[in-house]
Each structure stands twice: as C-alpha cells, then as structure tokens.
T-cell receptor, first 115, second 115 residues
Framework: DAGVIQSPRHEVTEMGQEVTLRCKPISGHDYLFWYRQTMMRGLELLIYFNNNVPIDDSGMPEDRFSAKMPNASFSNLKIQPSEPRDSAVYFC?????????????FGSGTRLTVV | AQTVTQSQPEMSVQEAETVTLSCTYDTSESDYYLFWYKQPPSRQMILVIRQEAYKQQNATENRFSVNFQKAAKSFSLKISDSQLGDAAMYFCAYFYGGSQGNLIFGKGTKLSVKP
C-alpha cells in the first residue's frame, strides 16, 4: 500500500482565495482524521470521519473550514476564504477500528502558506 | 480532559549514546494507549512505539524502548545507540478508545544528534 496520500505537498495562496486540500486514506481504513500543526498550538484535531460520516468537527476553527468524505477513498478539506492565520501544515491520517492497536498512519502533510 | 505534557522542548545527544525523552499525561481512565511518533525534517509522522496501559511490560522496538509508569502517569522514550537519523521532533500521544478515536499529542521534543 502506498500509505496515506496527500496533495498538494505545498500550497501558496493569496488571502481571500479558496484552498482545497486532498487526502486518500489507506484502503480498508474506516477512520480518517484531519490535523493542523502550528508552532504555537502543536497538532490539533480538526475533524474526523468514520465510514465516511463526520463524527466530530468540534476542532474546526471557523465556518470558513469545511471537510467532506464523499467515499471511502477520498476526503478534502476546504478553506474559503483563506486568511494568513490559516498558514500551517495540514495532515490527514487514517486507521481502522478506532486506532486502539496500531495508532494512526499519517500522510506527508500539506504546507499551506496564505499571503 | 486528557492532556499530554512534554517538558523538554529540546534535547541533544552524542552519536552512539543514549537519550531519554520525557512525557507525562493526565487521565482518569484505566484502559488506554500511548504512542511515540517521530517527525523528521521530511515532515512525515512516523509511529515509533506503542504501549497498552493494561500491560505492565515496557514496549521495545529495536533501539527504542519506553519506561511506562502507570501510577505516575509517565511514559518516557529511551533511544539507545543514537544515530544521526534519529534527529527529529518526537511527539508523545495518548489514545482513549472511548473518545471515539481521538489521539491527543504533546507539544513535542526536538532531538539533535551530534556526530
């Protein structure tokens, strides 16, 4: 398996633009997570899905952030409109059965810079 | 609420020597899981080792081992025979299955390895 695949690896955009981050989880994993990493706040869980259904989105900072998982092999995270304070590394991770035994497998992350 | 604390923002070790990274956590649960993740400059989050709270035996993975003290809520990582490739950020993480899959991270410790 190729692991969790995220795209793009880097994204630079202007304030006010829409940004879409993409994730392909490991086949067979039924949980998918979106994390944000910043120097100030560390790794924060934004939202997670189980069997394509959003379970907890309490970490999504504002209504400007939205995430969907239309099928078991794809999820996206959108920011509209983007702001400079959204600059961070965004990670997608997946696991099976709630992650109790194996931890989560992370993608390589997308570094977002909003100028 | 569960919290994870890594009190050492930075550590340094000489190549071939041993280093211990500290982690404490706060929880009222008795059954949970603990993990150490490594994040090298490539940004990839890599699972290093995991510990199940109901097991008294400390986990080991090659040069990596943990000292799990459940009563003290302490979970330190020992790296033996340190190698240049061990230089990275190390994150301690706590998982409680009852919270539907939320993996909580500490702020991380940056490890430097000197040749």
């Amino acid at each position: 398996d190729a692991g969790v695949i995220q795209s793009p690896r880097h994204e630079v955009t202007e304030m006010g633009q829409e940004v879409t981050l993409r994730c392909k989880p490991i086949s067979g994993h039924d949980y998918l997570f979106w994390y944000r990493q910043t120097m100030m706040r560390g790794l924060e869980l934004l939202i997670y899905f189980n069997n394509n259904v959003p379970i907890d989105d309490s970490g999504m900072p504002e209504d400007r952030f939205s995430a969907k998982m239309p099928n078991a092999s794809f999820s996206n995270l959108k920011i509209q409109p983007s702001e400079p304070r959204d600059s961070a590394v965004y990670f997608c991770a997946s696991t099976s059965g709630g992650g109790s035994n194996y931890g989560y497998t992370f993608g390589s992350g997308t570094r977002l810079t909003v100028v | 609420a569960q919290t994870v604390t890594q009190s050492q923002p930075e550590m340094s070790v000489q190549e071939a020597e041993t280093v211990t990274l500290s982690c404490t956590y706060d929880t009222s649960e008795s059954d949970y899981y603990l993990f150490w993740y490594k994040q090298p400059p490539s940004r990839q989050m890599i699972l290093v080792i995991r510990q199940e709270a109901y097991k008294q035996q400390n986990a080991t993975e090659n040069r990596f081992s943990v000292n799990f003290q459940k009563a003290a809520k302490s979970f330190s990582l020992k790296i033996s025979d340190s190698q240049l490739g061990d230089a990275a950020m190390y994150f301690c993480a706590y998982f409680y299955g009852g919270s539907q899959g939320n993996l909580i991270f500490g702020k991380g410790t940056k490890l430097s390895v000197k040749p």
